[in-house]
């Protein structure tokens, strides 16, 4: 009877996760469960506070929300946790549980590795999801939620993701409209930089290129509007040069870079302009990316020499076969998940007590079976009696020895036996190997 | 001697492959093992050349093999050096094999240099032989880049991106390394040509004979002064550019094998088999 209830309390605590993402839940029941700064810390501490949670930590982006526990007792704190996040964001728990997955063990492991390596993102391989993780690890460890399980946990897929990204090519190419416009002008001025752009138009998705292109250290910026005011206003914000719209075909003398996106049902460029201007550019490059739809530059431009045009279904076929690139990439990450999750388990089941004080026992056996033999071969003239008296008063020493250490790790605080002083004693030990 | 020429081409094939699965692979170990194998054959080849001209006391230029060689030897230096200059790794692509190419065709040949004539040591000629080959590798280079700038400007313009989008360097790399090697190779050519010329007065006793020779690599000369005069004044770059250094190209070949064996010319010796 005792040794059962002893086995109980020495058992190892499980790693759950309880979460829900863009797969299962709608946005507005995402944005519903969203946690704020604030939210996270107050809620961490009262998952702490609870009697069967052990370490937590609690992430929350525009795509998922998850909590990571270290438990004593699953259904308990499975259970805690969907109250107080029903309680906290003033949601009925129904709502919200059919959403849910509940990872435990490996299948937890696993799950947060592959979130950190963007290999469970909505947009495989964003980078975004490593450093708003790393946020949360942060908010976690000032709240002094998480413990060396997580810590451990969490440090093994920070360097997971590291090697995911690094060995395989799923953050490689541009997933983004803007992004695969800026990868193809590299493409072809090799560097962006001091290249003069024109942006005919305003526009979402003109601006968020714009945006990107001033990332790129752009030069001299036009911008043409068939309203003048609101060119003013936008040539204001990229700290650029407003232009009439007459004076396109002028301005295309000067620059390398044409953004268009109007309104305007035909083209605003034609072949026969594009051509006249070409000769007095010298032949320089010039690069047209027409977002608009009705398209605003004549598609015949792109057989011009040195003039290249892509409209947003060029740029959506750009995307779509990079797309294709970082899933088959995502294959790769995915094997270097498994390895990593072994490996964790590894180190996991042996945080156990029981097995701890057993190596430890073997290995201070180990040592003394050894040396004792050792000086037992020097020492001829001592009859067999006298040998198994030494033998015994080595067994006696270890014995000793070991006593209050294993008093003291079998003893446990409040939350269960001590994790930590576990790992340090498989580290001092060299256990492990 | 043998063995050295036998290092090289060994060096060169390695490097080749090196460069093949750069290509394929990305990896930027088989681009580094790829150049410094080159290096080695370079090298080695280097020290074949040298010992031959130690021994023989004359330039190994005395028939196809030794010219074919020292030709190899030209380009691998050039492409070294642009290497150095512009780091476009992926031309080791065209380089490499080509050096192979010509290193193995020259090791079929027949080894027997004619007589040596003592012309060959004059420093007009070998000042001539050098600067013109030096400057052919460089044009060489500027065929494989412009191969390369049709290549990736296809894939770009026809919005299918492919094996080559990825894998080439950008347009105005390309476009810019092309126009250093045809400035580099003219230069050399024009020195070549000239110190061609000086010794073709100190020999013949005139300037020029109107042998096809001449004709032909005044030719040549006058396709690559027009492609700078036009770039410089009409700004003819990119397309037009590398279609033209291709056919330069085309029009040096020519030059230096098709007046040999097609049409009769006192450099025949140069190319005797």
Not at chain 1, 44 to 49: F, S
Not at chain 2, 25 to 34: I, L
Request: glycine share 6%.
């Amino acid at each position: 009877m005792k040794e059962v209830k002893n086995k109980k309390n020495f058992a190892l605590p499980e790693i759950v996760l309880i979460g829900l993402n863009h797969k299962t839940a709608s946005v507005e029941l995402r944005e519903c469960i969203a946690f704020s700064e604030e939210e996270i810390a107050t809620t961490l501490e009262a998952l702490h506070d609870h009697r069967v949670i052990r370490e937590v930590l609690l992430f929350s982006t525009c795509n998922r929300v998850e909590v990571l526990l270290i438990s004593d007792n699953r259904s308990e704190a499975v259970e805690t946790t969907k109250r107080l996040i029903s309680e906290y964001k003033t949601v009925p728990i129904d709502s919200f549980e059919e959403a849910l997955y509940i990872h435990v063990g490996d299948e937890a492991i696993r799950h947060i590795f592959r979130v950190v390596s963007s290999l469970d993102s909505m947009m495989v391989g964003e980078p975004q999801i490593l450093g708003q993780i790393k946020e949360a690890y942060c908010a976690a460890t000032e709240n002094k939620t998480s413990g060396v399980i997580l810590n451990r946990l969490l440090h093994r897929a920070f360097f997971v993701a590291k090697r995911v990204r690094t060995e395989t090519g799923i953050g490689d190419h541009a997933v983004s409209i803007s992004y695969a416009a800026i990868e193809l002008g590299r493409k072809i001025f090799g560097t962006l930089d001091e290249k003069k752009v024109l942006l005919i138009g305003a526009g979402e998705m003109a601006e968020l290129a714009m945006e990107h292109l001033l990332r790129n250290r752009v030069g001299e910026i036009f911008v043409s509007n068939r309203t003048f005011e609101k060119g003013l206003e936008l040539a204001r914000r990229f700290n650029g040069q407003a232009i009439r719209f007459e004076e396109i075909e002028n301005c295309l003398q000067r620059v390398d870079i044409v953004i268009s996106s109007t309104g305007s049902p035909d083209f605003i460029l034609t072949r026969d302009q594009v051509k006249k201007v070409n000769r007095k550019r010298r032949n320089c490059p010039i690069f047209f990316i027409d977002i608009a739809v009705p398209r605003d530059i004549d598609p015949k431009i792109n057989r011009l020499t040195n003039t290249y045009v892509y409209d947003i279904d060029d740029l959506k076929g750009v995307i779509d076969e990079n797309i294709e690139d970082r899933n088959r990439e995502a294959v790769k990450g995915e094997r270097i998940v498994d390895e990593n999750v072994i490996q964790f388990r590894h180190w996991y089941k042996n945080l156990d007590v029981v097995s701890t004080i057993v190596a430890l026992r073997s290995k201070l056996d180990d040592i003394a079976r050894v040396e004792t033999k050792k000086t037992l071969q020097s020492l001829n003239h001592l009859s067999e009696t006298d040998c198994e008296a030494i033998r015994r008063m080595t067994n006696a020493f270890i014995k000793k020895i070991l006593h209050d250490p294993t008093l003291f790790l079998k003893s446990h605080t409040k939350h269960g036996p001590k994790t930590i002083c576990l790992d340090v004693t498989r580290k001092l030990f060299k256990l492990d190997e | 001697m043998e063995i050295f020429i036998n290092l090289t081409i060994l060096f060169y094939i390695l490097s080749a492959t090196g460069y093949v699965s750069y290509l394929f692979f990305q990896k930027k170990s088989f681009h580094k093992s790829g150049y410094y194998l080159l290096v080695t054959g370079f090298v080695c080849h280097f020290a074949a050349l040298g010992y031959g001209f130690i021994e023989s006391g004359h330039l190994p230029v005395r028939d196809l093999r030794e010219t074919l060689m020292l030709t190899a030897w030209a380009v691998a230096g050039v492409f070294l050096a642009f290497q150095y200059k512009f780091k476009l790794r992926i031309l080791g692509i065209f380089v490499a094999p080509l050096t192979v190419l010509i290193m193995v065709v020259a090791s079929q040949l027949p080894n027997d240099p004619l007589s040596a004539k003592s012309l060959f040591n004059s420093f007009w000629l070998i000042f001539h032989v050098l600067s013109v080959l030096i400057g052919d590798a460089s044009f060489a280079l500027a065929c494989g880049v412009g191969i390369l700038y049709l290549v990736q400007e296809h894939s770009i313009k026809a919005k299918n991106r492919g094996f080559f989008f990825k894998r080439l360097p950008s347009l105005e790399l390309l476009d810019s390394t092309g126009y250093t090697c045809i400035i580099v190779g003219f230069t050399l050519i024009t020195m070549g040509l000239i110190g061609g010329i000086v010794f073709a007065k100190s020999i013949w006793g005139r300037f020029w004979n109107w042998d096809p020779k001449e004709v032909w690599a005044g030719i040549t000369w006058l396709v690559y002064a027009v492609l700078i005069q036009q770039r410089l004044t009409v700004g003819w770059r990119g397309r037009k550019a590398a279609i033209l250094s291709i056919i330069g190209f085309a029009i040096l070949l020519f030059t230096f094998f098709g007046v040999n064996f097609l049409l009769q010319g006192h450099h025949g010796e140069f190319t005797k088999f």
